[in-house]
C-alpha cells in the first residue's frame, strides 16, 4: 500500500475517535468563551476519548495559559489540540532500531492473543525482507495450532523460514535451538512468537522469563528488542496491558494495530504519556502494506479531524 493510502485508511480508521472529539468540541464552544466550565467540559470529553486524565489536564493546563477567557473557533481548537498530542507522540515514534551487527538481532514479540501478535510478526518480516534483511520466525506459541499454522502461512507468503516445534513443546528450548539455527544460517532477524495467555498471569511470567533465561545461556545480550502488540480496540485496557508486560519482560517498543476498526485511537496517545515507550508502528487491516511505521504528526491530526 503507497504511503499516501496508508495515511488515508489511518484517518478513515480514526475517524470513529475524531467525530467524538469534534461532535463535543462543538457542543462546548458553540456555548461559551473559553471559560473555566468549558474547560472542564473539554477536560471531560478528553478523558472520555481514551487520552487520559493525565494527558487532559496536560492539555487542558496549555489552554488556560494561552487561551483562556478568548473567543476560539472550532478549528482553531482542534488544530491547538493536534499540536498538543503532536508534542506528546512526537518523542515515541521511533521505528525499531536493526543493528546489523547482530547476526540475528533477536526479537521477542509479546502481548495477549487475539491483538494480531503472530500476524504482526508475519507484517514485519515482509517489511524487513524488503529491506534486503534475511528473516526467521520462530512459532513459539506451541500450545495454539491456529498460532503455529498463520506463521506457516506467513512464512509462505513472505518467503521467510519458519521454525516450529511439536505441539505444546518447551518454547524456551524451542527458541534457543531457533537461535543456533538463524546464527548458523547467517540471518539478521529472528522474530520470536510468544504465548499470550493472560488468564494464567504467573504460569506466562515464567514461561516468557524462561525464554529471555535460556537465550541469554548463547547471547548475553539477548532479546534485543521486546515489541508489545496491542489492540487499539480495548482503548484504556492497553495501558494495563502495558504494565502487566512490563513486570514479565523489558518491553523496548509497542505496536498497535487494529485502528481501522477503532473508536478509541486516543489511547495510543495515553500509552505516550504514561509510559514514554516507542510505537514503532501501527496497523490498519490484515495486509502487509498495512502496517506501518508511526509518523506522530499525522496520527494527532487524524485524531482530531483537524
Not at 478513515?12 to 466550565?37: E, M, W
Not at 514479565?248 to 515507550?277: H, P, Y
Request: with cysteine; aromatic share 4%.
Amino acid at each position: 500500500m503507497a504511503l499516501g493510502a496508508f495515511f488515508a485508511r489511518l484517518r478513515q480508521g480514526l475517524a470513529r475517535s475524531a467525530v467524538k472529539l469534534t461532535d463535543g468540541i462543538s457542543a462546548i464552544i458553540r456555548k461559551r468563551r473559553l471559560d473555566d466550565a468549558a474547560l472542564e467540559e473539554l477536560e471531560e470529553l478528553l478523558i472520555s476519548a481514551d487520552l487520559g486524565p493525565a494527558v487532559a489536564a496536560r492539555v487542558i493546563g496549555s489552554f488556560r495559559r494561552t487561551r483562556f477567557g478568548k473567543e476560539v473557533s472550532e478549528e482553531e481548537i482542534r488544530a491547538a489540540l493536534a499540536e498538543e498530542l503532536s508534542v506528546i507522540l512526537a518523542p515515541v515514534a521511533q521505528e525499531m532500531p536493526i543493528d546489523p551487527a547482530l547476526k540475528p538481532q533477536v526479537v521477542l514479540v509479546v502481548g495477549v492473543n487475539g491483538t494480531g501478535k503472530t500476524t504482526t510478526i508475519g507484517k514485519l518480516a515482509q517489511v524487513y525482507r524488503e529491506q534486503g534483511l534475511r528473516v526467521v520466525m520462530v512459532a513459539g506459541d506451541t500450545f495454539r495450532a491456529a498460532a503455529v499454522e498463520q506463521l506457516q502461512v506467513w512464512g509462505q507468503r513472505t518467503g521467510c523460514e519458519v521454525i516450529t516445534g511439536a505441539a505444546g513443546a518447551d518454547a524456551a528450548g524451542l527458541a534457543f535451538d531457533a537461535l543456533t539455527r538463524a546464527r548458523a544460517a547467517g540471518a539478521d532477524l529472528l522474530l520470536i512468537d510468544t504465548a499470550g495467555r493472560l488468564h494464567n498471569k504467573s504460569a506466562l511470567m515464567e514461561e516468557l522469563r524462561k525464554i529471555v533465561r535460556v537465550l541469554r545461556k548463547q547471547d548475553a545480550t539477548a532479546p534485543h528488542s521486546v515489541l508489545l502488540v496491542l489492540d487499539a480496540t480495548t482503548g484504556q485496557n492497553a495501558l494495563a496491558q502495558v504494565r502487566v508486560f512490563k513486570e514479565m519482560v523489558d518491553v523496548t517498543g509497542l505496536v498497535v494495530t487494529k485502528l481501522d476498526g477503532s473508536a478509541r485511537g486516543g489511547v495510543v496517545v495515553a500509552l505516550a504519556e504514561s509510559f514514554g515507550i516507542p510505537v514503532h508502528a501501527v496497523g490498519v487491516g490484515e495486509q502487509v502494506g498495512d502496517l506501518r511505521p508511526f509518523d506522530a504528526a499525522e496520527f494527532a491530526r487524524g485524531l482530531v479531524g483537524a
